[in-house]
Structure formats: structure tokens, C-alpha cells
């Protein structure tokens, strides 16, 4: 598959070679939000979900519907490959609910936001996850009419709100279910397109500048005259290279 915009991606890639998964996957929802400007503080406060069907939207746009995928059997260690529809996806966890989520019960009125990138990251950092999780997005705590602080929560309405959370923003985790076709076993694995979608383009870009390298070295032409040559052009260069 070709990408349009060779010059853009190229310097995507080049930016998060040197960055860790984090950085690689902002780079690629920056890229796939160009309508954000590249605020990056939006992105980050995204719902986790809304990121993942932008990163979706994004491979489709870039390398086409269909997504190989390679799993070991949890249970007896056979490869399974398989095939995924990236724009199934990206439509699927595109219906998501409002951000703002509102729950009652037994007394307890609660509103919090669905978590985002950032929220994710924070808490993963802290002592206690879940607790650090819930400060950052619980936005309103009454007990009886009188406010409360998130850490007053009981537990019963902390498992409400991890549901609650997770119904409004499904995308957040993506987690196949594969039967394997050895031995009837399931497994199961989280998807993380950010790290699939680095992969693609990592190889992409490689093969790209593979290209760059033969073009110039035959005509003698820049790196920039070669990129904005559209990719039918440059393709049908390559072959007279190689007939040569």
C-alpha cells in the first residue's frame, strides 16, 4: 500500500523513532486528528476509546481495510493467524457515549469523566492506580446532599463506575477472543493499534527511503523531488531501475 502525503508520514516516523510507545502514539493520533491542530493537551484528554478509533481510522486510511494478525494459543502454543477489518473497528468504537458520565446509588450521586490518555499515564505512575485514577476523573461526589472527596467512595460505587466507565467508552479496551483452531481453546489478547500501526509504518518508512536511496542514485535527483513525485510516477521509475 502507497501513502499519499509521502513527505508528512516520513517525518512522523523519523520524529518517533527515538520516542518510546507513548510518544510514537501521539505522533500517530496527531496524525490522525489534523483537524486539533496538533494540540496535544486535547489529544490527551481524548477518551481513551475516541484515540483508539481515530488510530483505526487512521490504518484504514493509510493501509487499507484488512489487518493480519498473529497470536500464540495461550493453551497449547500453536500460531493463529488471522484477519481483522480495521474500518469495522474504527466505526464500532466511534459510537461512544458522553463523556460526562452521571451514576446514583444507594445515596450516592457521583459524576466523573471517562478517563483519558493522560488520566491513564498519571495513574499508572501512583501507588495506589485505581485510587489515583478515581481522583482525576470523578468531577462530583454528594452523599445525602453533602460533598464528598473521591477517596469516600465505597466499593460498591467504585464497581459502578468502572462499569459505568466502561459502557460509555468501550473502545478503551480492545481485547480479542480467539478460538484457536488446534485446539478449541480460547485465548485471549488486548489489540494495541498504536503498536501495530508504529510497526506498519515503521516499515513503510524503511522501504520508502530504500526507494529514495535507488531513485537518486539513477538520476541524480533530491530526496524532495523524489517524494513529491506522485507514487505511480516514482513506482514506474523503480521498475525502469531495475530493467536497466
Same mark, same amino acid.
Given at each position: 500500500?502507497? *501513502?499519499?502525503?509521502?513527505?508528512?508520514?516520513?517525518? =512522523?516516523?523519523? =520524529?518517533?523513532?527515538?520516542?518510546?510507545?507513548?510518544?510514537?502514539?501521539?505522533?500517530?493520533?496527531?496524525?490522525?486528528?489534523?483537524?486539533?491542530?496538533?494540540?496535544?493537551?486535547?489529544?490527551?484528554?481524548?477518551?481513551?476509546?475516541?484515540?483508539?478509533?481515530?488510530?483505526?481510522?487512521?490504518?484504514?486510511?493509510?493501509?487499507?481495510?484488512? &489487518?493480519?494478525?498473529?497470536?500464540?494459543? !495461550?493453551?497449547? !502454543?500453536? +500460531? &493463529?493467524?488471522?484477519?481483522?477489518?480495521?474500518?469495522?473497528?474504527?466505526?464500532?468504537?466511534?459510537?461512544?457515549?458522553?463523556?460526562?458520565?452521571? *451514576?446514583?446509588?444507594?445515596?450516592?450521586?457521583?459524576?466523573?469523566?471517562?478517563?483519558?490518555?493522560?488520566?491513564?499515564?498519571?495513574?499508572?505512575?501512583?501507588?495506589?492506580?485505581?485510587?489515583?485514577?478515581?481522583?482525576?476523573?470523578?468531577? +462530583?461526589?454528594?452523599?445525602?446532599?453533602?460533598?464528598?472527596?473521591?477517596?469516600?467512595?465505597?466499593?460498591?460505587?467504585?464497581?459502578?463506575?468502572?462499569?459505568?466507565?466502561?459502557?460509555? +467508552?468501550?473502545? !478503551?479496551?480492545?481485547?480479542?477472543?480467539?478460538?484457536?483452531?488446534?485446539?478449541?481453546?480460547?485465548?485471549?489478547?488486548?489489540?494495541?493499534?498504536?503498536?501495530?500501526?508504529?510497526?506498519?509504518?515503521?516499515?513503510?518508512?524503511?522501504?520508502?527511503?530504500?526507494?529514495?536511496?535507488?531513485?537518486?542514485?539513477?538520476?541524480?535527483?533530491?530526496?524532495?523531488? *523524489?517524494?513529491?513525485?506522485?507514487?505511480?510516477?516514482?513506482?514506474?521509475?523503480?521498475?525502469?531501475?531495475?530493467?536497466?
Amino acid at each position: 500500500m502507497v *501513502i499519499a502525503r509521502a513527505a508528512e508520514f516520513l517525518a =512522523t516516523w523519523e =520524529t518517533g523513532v527515538a520516542q518510546a510507545p507513548d510518544g510514537r502514539a501521539l505522533l500517530l493520533h496527531r496524525a490522525a486528528r489534523p483537524d486539533l491542530g496538533g494540540d496535544q493537551r486535547t489529544l490527551l484528554e481524548l477518551p481513551v476509546g475516541e484515540r483508539e478509533a481515530d488510530l483505526f481510522a487512521l490504518r484504514r486510511a493509510l493501509f487499507g481495510e484488512r &489487518m493480519q494478525v498473529r497470536l500464540e494459543c !495461550g493453551a497449547c !502454543g500453536a +500460531d &493463529m493467524e488471522f484477519e481483522l477489518d480495521a474500518g469495522e473497528f474504527a466505526r464500532t468504537l466511534a459510537d461512544r457515549g458522553e463523556p460526562l458520565v452521571r *451514576i446514583a446509588e444507594d445515596g450516592w450521586e457521583v459524576e466523573f469523566r471517562v478517563p483519558g490518555f493522560a488520566d491513564l499515564t498519571a495513574a499508572a505512575g501512583a501507588a495506589d492506580p485505581r485510587r489515583a485514577l478515581l481522583a482525576r476523573c470523578v468531577t +462530583d461526589a454528594v452523599r445525602d446532599g453533602r460533598s464528598v472527596s473521591a477517596d469516600e467512595l465505597p466499593a460498591a460505587v467504585r464497581r459502578r463506575i468502572a462499569e459505568a466507565a466502561e459502557a460509555a +467508552d468501550p473502545g !478503551g479496551d480492545v481485547t480479542l477472543t480467539i478460538a484457536c483452531p488446534e485446539c478449541g481453546e480460547d485465548t485471549r489478547a488486548e489489540l494495541d493499534i498504536a503498536s501495530y500501526l508504529w510497526t506498519e509504518l515503521d516499515a513503510w518508512a524503511r522501504d520508502l527511503l530504500l526507494d529514495v536511496h535507488l531513485l537518486a542514485t539513477a538520476y541524480g535527483w533530491s530526496e524532495p523531488e *523524489i517524494l513529491a513525485l506522485s507514487p505511480l510516477r516514482r513506482r514506474y521509475y523503480l521498475e525502469l531501475c531495475a530493467d536497466v
